[in-house]
DNA sequence: CTGTTAGCGCATTCAC
DNA sequence: GTGAATGCGCTAACAG
């Protein structure tokens, strides 16, 4: 014990925490002895001891994703602005640990609040996470206070955009009936693509929709879908493609150039995300706010954790906006 | 408590953990109270109680930074293979925390060990990080078990690619004369870079040489520079550039089609990771196992942590591959 | 202002 | 096989 430097060991705890009610040269003699014993208060036994660990958690189901571990940097940044650590929890798909484990994971008592980015819907109402506070991100259920942009104003926008410039056949790429999360983000931005067609008096096409994941390689793998569905003809191709990713847009884009086919000549693409290669890839895109909703969603919960009140607008819908790049361009003149 | 199921704590404690000296039934009686009352053990007291906290901890500069997300997925997965939990400490350049708070960071006794990312030299010899099992990943410091790539082997494939291509003007960005942190993988990299010159018999050309940090932007700035340097005179430029970073690569891309510089017919790019979006910019690179030194630098710690023992070459130095794609051909005619 | 006394919730000796 | 103590290293009332 550091109290080997004339105090007790209550004395320590205040001296090294800058508590009231302790004199400045008893401070500075616990100070130095500590630092001379290369004395560390144990966090965890604090935690123990105070009934909070004063960490937060993080449960995602990929944390090297753009998207993902740009949301857990904006979920730091606040995190370690309140002096907080962060435990990461990888669970689901790529995440190791099994949905049924989740329970085993015992964050309770660990964490004193957990941020919970696109939880699988049967998580979102797990015993563990409802006895916590809890915020998430990009997914949202009732009850649950929840950050996320505005999925379907983010189909609309991109849709709204290529019908403006001229468009009338477009196709849609990612829709995923295999979804076995529940995630609704591709959904809801079909669900604002169809209402911007509509609104144009046009109506959804089925052949214009191909299913994808949100990653590049699925990008690649679509356009040769829509390009065996036209016969190989760039001509009978649709004039303009929304993806729901820029990771997905890219691949579009990557393939169209080994084909042949000119972006944005012969079709106009669109991606979402604003991710941080789009620009080098001149891709007009729906960008949302990635590192903010990390940041928002920590400061919701912060609130959460210490006045217990839930958020207002329960869950937080942000805004997308629209970049413009060289990725888009009116229909070509021969349709 | 569970033990209102009619054991005592003791019990409990060895039945849920599966330890010997339960019988069967007893320990269903357990289980299904815990069960019953969402009982779960507190991990902290837990890790209080045995003296360790089935944690270990990554600090790094960055955490969404590709390489470093990246890294830090390969920790996860064998972290949570071992059953352990993974805390993210944010440290150094855009980390937050100040590298001079780093012993407040107290790490003791909340992890098990440490895998340190990119560290500040001054950090890999704090006393923090001596006194717990640590290995370093993407540098090395004596006396610190680490694995990172054979750097200099990266330059010299990169450089050597582009001699046996017949590039004679190869330029090299990414020395950072500012940098602050003690890395030291740019400079080895330059190392490569002009061992492979010299073995070809030409002598490296400071004018050849740009100042870069690893990020897109600034391969688009490295490409005006040179532009510059030869007075925007295409035929002036060298005719293949090494990039120490794929995303430098990329942003060189990127500026060369907006100023009129074919790649690679007038300008040959070469970049260094095989970075996700690489063959998307069909870019030819020096290849680097990501993920993987992640996992192995995790089970080197695993492995001094319970064995105590240092692992034998003291830092693991991997070998990079070389990628070709379309981003290098031979030197323009002419010159 | 500072020292004493109790736990925090478990894991571990030991007895039984 | 199971239960009753003891202690992990702190913090939070109290007491002085």
Same mark, same amino acid.
């Given at each position: =014990?550091?109290?080997?430097?004339?105090?007790?060991? *209550?004395?320590?705890?205040?001296?090294?925490?800058?508590?009231?009610?302790?004199?400045?040269?008893?401070?500075?003699?616990?100070?130095?002895? #500590?630092?001379?014993?290369?004395?560390?208060?144990?966090?965890?036994?604090? #935690?123990?001891?105070?009934?909070?660990?004063?960490?937060?958690?993080?449960?995602?189901?990929?944390? !090297?994703?753009?998207?993902?571990?740009?949301?857990?940097?904006?979920?730091?940044?606040?995190? !370690?602005?309140?002096?907080?650590?962060? =435990?990461?929890?990888?669970?689901?798909?790529?995440?190791?640990?099994?949905?049924?484990?989740?329970?085993?994971?015992?964050?309770?008592?660990?964490?004193?609040?957990?941020?919970?980015?696109?939880?699988?819907?049967?998580?979102?109402?797990?015993?563990?996470?409802?006895?916590?506070?809890?915020?998430?991100?990009?997914?949202?259920?009732?009850?649950?206070?929840?950050?996320?942009?505005?999925?379907?104003?983010?189909?609309?926008? #991109?849709?709204?955009?290529?019908?403006?410039?001229?468009?009338?056949?477009? #196709?849609?790429?990612?829709?995923?009936?295999?979804?076995?999360?529940?995630?609704?983000?591709?959904?809801?931005?079909?669900?604002?693509?169809?209402?911007?067609?509509?609104?144009?008096?046009?109506?959804?096409?089925?052949?214009?929709?191909?299913?994808?994941?949100?990653? *590049?390689?699925?990008?690649?793998?679509?356009?040769?879908?829509?390009?065996?569905?036209?016969?190989?003809?760039?001509?009978?191709?649709?004039?303009?493609?929304?993806?729901?990713?820029?990771?997905?847009?890219?691949?579009?884009?990557?393939?169209?150039?080994?084909?042949?086919?000119?972006?944005?000549?012969?079709? !106009?693409?669109?991606?979402?995300?604003?991710?941080? =290669?789009?620009?080098?890839?001149?891709?007009?895109?729906? !960008?949302?706010?990635?590192?903010?909703?990390?940041?928002? *969603?920590?400061?919701?919960?912060?609130?959460?954790?210490?006045?217990?009140? =839930?958020?207002?607008?329960?869950?937080?819908?942000?805004?997308?906006?629209?970049?413009?790049?060289?990725?888009?361009?009116?229909?070509?003149?021969?349709?």
């Amino acid at each position: =014990m550091a109290k080997l430097a004339g105090v007790s060991q *209550a004395t320590v705890s205040r001296a090294l925490r800058d508590h009231p009610g302790v004199t400045a040269p008893t401070r500075e003699r616990v100070r130095r002895a #500590a630092a001379e014993l290369g004395y560390a208060p144990s966090a965890l036994a604090a #935690a123990l001891a105070r009934g909070r660990s004063n960490t937060i958690g993080v449960v995602a189901p990929w944390t !090297s994703r753009w998207f993902f571990a740009t949301v857990i940097e904006g979920v730091r940044d606040v995190v !370690s602005d309140h002096g907080y650590d962060l =435990m990461l929890y990888p669970i689901g798909p790529d995440g190791g640990t099994e949905t049924t484990h989740f329970e085993a994971l015992a964050l309770d008592k660990r964490v004193d609040g957990v941020i919970g980015l696109a939880l699988p819907h049967e998580l979102r109402v797990a015993g563990t996470l409802r006895r916590l506070p809890i915020v998430t991100v990009g997914t949202s259920t009732p009850g649950i206070p929840g950050v996320q942009v505005d999925d379907t104003e983010v189909g609309y926008i #991109a849709t709204k955009h290529l019908l403006e410039l001229g468009h009338r056949r477009i #196709a849609f790429l990612g829709l995923d009936p295999d979804d076995r999360y529940g995630f609704r983000v591709a959904d809801d931005r079909y669900t604002g693509h169809c209402a911007a067609l509509r609104e144009a008096t046009l109506r959804p096409d089925p052949s214009l929709v191909v299913t994808t994941g949100f990653l *590049a390689e699925a990008g690649e793998a679509a356009l040769e879908e829509l390009m065996i569905r036209a016969d190989w003809r760039t001509a009978d191709l649709p004039t303009a493609v929304v993806a729901v990713s820029d990771e997905l847009a890219i691949g579009v884009i990557h393939a169209a150039r080994q084909w042949g086919v000119r972006v944005p000549q012969d079709l !106009s693409v669109i991606g979402v995300d604003n991710h941080d =290669m789009a620009q080098f890839f001149d891709l007009t895109t729906v !960008s949302q706010p990635v590192i903010e909703q990390g940041r928002l *969603a920590a400061e919701i919960l912060w609130e959460l954790m210490h006045s217990g009140r =839930m958020p207002d607008p329960e869950v937080t819908r942000l805004a997308p906006g629209l970049i413009v790049r060289d990725s888009t361009a009116g229909p070509r003149a021969g349709i």
